[in-house]
């Protein structure tokens, strides 16, 4: 029902002229600085469609956007405040690529900044096989022991994370085998059983001395070359320490027959060329420092 | 409308006609009208505008020193400087949020203590408490800065439109070139002290002589000019603006004030035992069978909520003491003894109507208990802030990994210690751990661990350390684990600081 506006005696104020089964009702306008907000965000959104990314439409089988005038996007921010951070350090990584390891070690400011990057770059690289503490796993090394395979000096480390190891594409890579002593027919299984008390027994582990008696003959014969005499490896071969405490892939007897008898082979990749030289020497900074470090 | 609105303004009329009849007493065209805001019940009501007239007496006095004194700490606080040595700010009051430190005089708050500013926060909440009991709201009407300010805005007001009447005159008339030069002279004056307040603000979160240069030269820091500019809209806008309506609608301590009150709380309050029954007087007539009221609404020409004191207590009014003032005079003027409108209490109003005599009570339970719990706040922190150590230590162990077989089938732990100098001089520390037998520490970069560690004046550094216990020393760790803990020692003194910790290896 319409009807005319009347005042409405009561309130004082004017009806809208709309009355339902007797009911009006009172014209009470929103606010005016309200209203003028409203239009103001009407304008705004307006103004955003064409300046801003804002509709999407399909369009030959594919979903697509409005681009906007300033082809603003988030990406491009992202990607803008990238590169601003990398401006930043780029004096400094500068200076870490140009200095040698031995002088970075004993520069405060430098080391401060190659080791927080060293463990940034490790979580993105290395973490997947290492552990992201760097603690390795069965047949990957934990790097903050003391144990070495191919050296924890400095150059030793940077060697290894450049080339990698059996990294077949990198013609530095280091390199070596672990014989497979059984399935090769090199070894008989009770030769095996006796060379792995034997080698157990050097770190104090054998439950069996007859046979451990009876592996030093088969050691001397076949795993000297590598191991050395004492059993204690060779770090320019790559032949770990049988002595001490620390099992690359396990010290119980079983393990330790498995690796004789089908050998063993882990790779590494080469992160020359894959990285910059400054984040690889922030890696081995960081790897350096870990606890492990000669 | 009310019964008691309908009074009013038939009181109101009387008083007018009484105007009218020659009254010396009734300077303003109209005698003013309180605003009724209880009764005001519609969901939305326009603002009623309140012209607070000037006062002379007492409290006005006192008024005007305490604006002085609160705004003298206000702006000359920043400029204050306090020695703390080579390398420390020497504000004497200082919010240093880029280096996280809050300077008060001799006294340094570093983030991890912000619990001094917490019993600060308890003092102050106890103060005001106790005052409430004792004065009522004493604060809202004298301290607050919300009533400092809009005092002094309206005092501009004042000087550039005159008094209640002529302001009101003012309004009515017509848009003259008089009307809107004083108009503009006010609302700049208002952004001025404005602006001059957000510039004093910014002063307490750096460097106040440098900031004020770098404002000379317009070099200043955007945050500066943001909260500057925020500062003196808000106070434009609170003090000329709002005025009566942050008390009212926007702070809830009127609404909390009620619980500190009791009947011996003095209040400012109209003695309605003198004044009834109110009505305008003659001079030379006499005063027997009427009171001492005589509806001259001076009372509520000066009240700057708009409020009608002799109503009673009201949770507007904020105990400013304007009305005494405003009633003195006129008391005076009549030659009747003053404080028709005082301090009083509720018990006393209570004790005169039975004939009784007033006695005043200020050791009452909530007073004492609010006094106790404030003095042992205080207690706490000043005991506290004696005690504050120079040196603190937080000892890390690294969790990943938990811990590290070596070669020799010794255990390995890592550990990050952060030792904190609170002394303005760079101090070198020993480092040592006890605790399990054979447990020996080492840095990244030394086997023997007898680093000295150096931590500079006044910050905190963190320092890497690995513990490594030998094979044979591994039965102290009970279920893989062992208490260890790190023992600081500043170089050549004997005092040392200790942090608790563990050791981890495997479980046997």
């Not at chain 2, 563990?502 to 046997?508: A, D, E, H, I």
């Amino acid at each position: 029902m319409s009807d005319h506006p009347i005042k409405d005696d009561v309130s004082g104020v004017d009806t809208t002229g709309h009355e339902w089964d007797g009911i009006r009702e009172l014209n009470n306008p929103l606010p005016k600085w309200w209203i003028y907000t409203f239009y103001a965000c009407i304008a705004w959104a307006a103004v955003y469609w064409v300046v801003m990314p804002a509709w999407p439409y399909f369009w030959d089988g594919a979903w697509h956007h409005t681009k906007g005038v300033i082809g603003y996007t988030q990406r491009n921010e992202v990607g803008n405040e990238l590169k601003l951070v990398a401006a930043g350090r780029a004096e400094v990584m500068k200076q870490i690529a140009a200095m040698p390891l031995q002088d970075i070690v004993k520069n405060d400011n430098l080391m401060e900044v190659a080791l927080a990057g060293g463990k940034a770059a490790f979580g993105d690289n290395c973490a997947p096989c290492h552990g992201s503490g760097a603690q390795g796993s069965k047949g990957f090394p934990n790097l903050n022991d003391d144990d070495w395979l191919w050296g924890g000096t400095l150059s030793d480390i940077e060697t290894t994370v450049t080339h990698g190891i059996r990294w077949e594409t990198d013609a530095d890579t280091r390199e070596n085998m672990m014989p497979r002593f059984l399935d090769d027919s090199i070894l008989k299984s009770d030769e095996v059983n006796d060379v792995a008390e034997y080698v157990l027994s050097l770190s104090g582990h054998s439950t069996d001395a007859a046979a451990a008696g009876r592996g030093g003959a088969v050691f001397a014969k076949n795993c000297v070359a590598c191991h050395g005499a004492d059993g204690k490896g060779n770090q320019k071969l790559g032949a770990p320490n049988l002595t001490d405490q620390i099992w690359l892939y396990g010290g119980d007897k079983a393990t330790v027959v498995e690796t004789i008898s089908h050998g063993r082979g882990g790779v590494m990749p080469a992160w020359g060329g894959r990285l910059a030289p400054a984040t690889i020497k922030e890696l081995v900074l960081y790897v350096h420092s870990l606890g492990g470090g000669q | 409308m009310t019964n008691a609105a309908k009074r009013l303004e038939a009181l109101a009329a009387e008083a007018a006609n009484a105007a009218s009849a020659g009254s010396v007493l009734h300077e303003d065209a109209e005698p003013a009208k309180a605003i009724d805001w209880q009764s005001h019940s519609p969901l939305y009501e326009s603002r009623v505008k309140v012209y607070p007239k000037l006062v002379h007496g007492n409290y006005r006095r006192a008024k005007w020193l305490l604006m002085l004194v609160t705004l003298s700490i206000y702006y000359g606080t920043p400029w204050l400087r306090w020695n703390r040595g080579v390398g420390l700010p020497d504000q004497a009051v200082l919010l240093d949020f880029p280096n996280r430190r809050f300077y008060f005089f001799f006294i340094e708050i570093w983030p991890q203590e912000f619990y001094y500013i917490t019993g600060l926060l308890i003092l102050a909440a106890l103060g005001l408490f106790l005052v409430t009991s004792v004065a009522g709201r004493a604060w809202c009407g004298y301290a607050c800065p919300q009533t400092v300010w809009t005092d002094l805005f309206i005092h501009v007001e004042r000087f550039f439109e005159g008094d209640r009447s002529a302001r009101m005159r003012l309004d009515k008339g017509p848009w003259t070139l008089s009307k809107v030069l004083r108009k503009a002279a006010k609302h700049v004056s208002w952004l001025v002290i404005g602006m001059l307040t957000g510039g004093a603000w910014v002063f307490y979160f750096a460097d106040a002589p440098t900031l004020a240069s770098q404002f000379a030269h317009f070099d200043a820091p955007f945050m500066a000019y943001l909260f500057v500019g925020i500062f003196t809209l808000t106070t434009y806008s609170f003090g000329g603006i709002a005025r009566e309506q942050v008390c009212i609608y926007m702070c809830p301590w009127p609404r909390i004030q009620g619980a500190m009150f009791d009947e011996s709380t003095f209040l400012v309050s109209y003695k309605e035992d003198r004044g009834e029954l109110r009505g305008p007087h003659k001079k030379g007539t006499s005063w027997e069978g009427r009171g001492d009221c005589i509806d001259c609404a001076q009372c509520v020409a000066a009240c700057p909520m708009g409020i009608d004191i002799r109503n009673g207590m009201q949770m507007e009014c904020i105990q400013c003491a304007l009305c005494i003032d405003a009633c003195d005079e006129i008391m005076d003027r009549v030659e009747r003894p003053r404080g028709l409108i005082g301090y009083d209490t509720n018990d006393n109003q209570e004790r005169r109507r039975r004939g009784e005599a007033e006695r005043f009570n200020l050791i009452r339970p909530r007073t004492v208990v609010y006094s106790i719990v404030l003095l042992l706040v205080s207690g706490l922190m000043l005991v506290a802030l004696i005690n504050r150590p120079t040196t603190q230590l937080g000892v890390l162990r690294d969790r990943n990994p938990l811990y590290v077989v070596l070669s020799d089938g010794s255990i390995r732990n890592g550990y990050t210690v952060k030792i904190i100098n609170r002394d303005n001089v760079a101090r070198v520390f020993q480092v040592a751990v006890e605790g399990i037998d054979g447990a020996h520490l080492l840095t990244p970069t030394d086997a023997s661990g007898a680093v000295d560690a150096e931590v500079g004046a006044d910050t905190l550094k963190d320092f890497r350390f690995f513990v490594s216990v030998p094979r044979a020393n591994l039965s102290a760790l009970a279920n893989g684990e062992a208490a260890l803990r790190f023992v600081v020692t500043e170089k050549g003194k004997t005092d040392s600081t200790v942090g608790e910790t563990t050791f981890r290896g495997p479980t046997q």
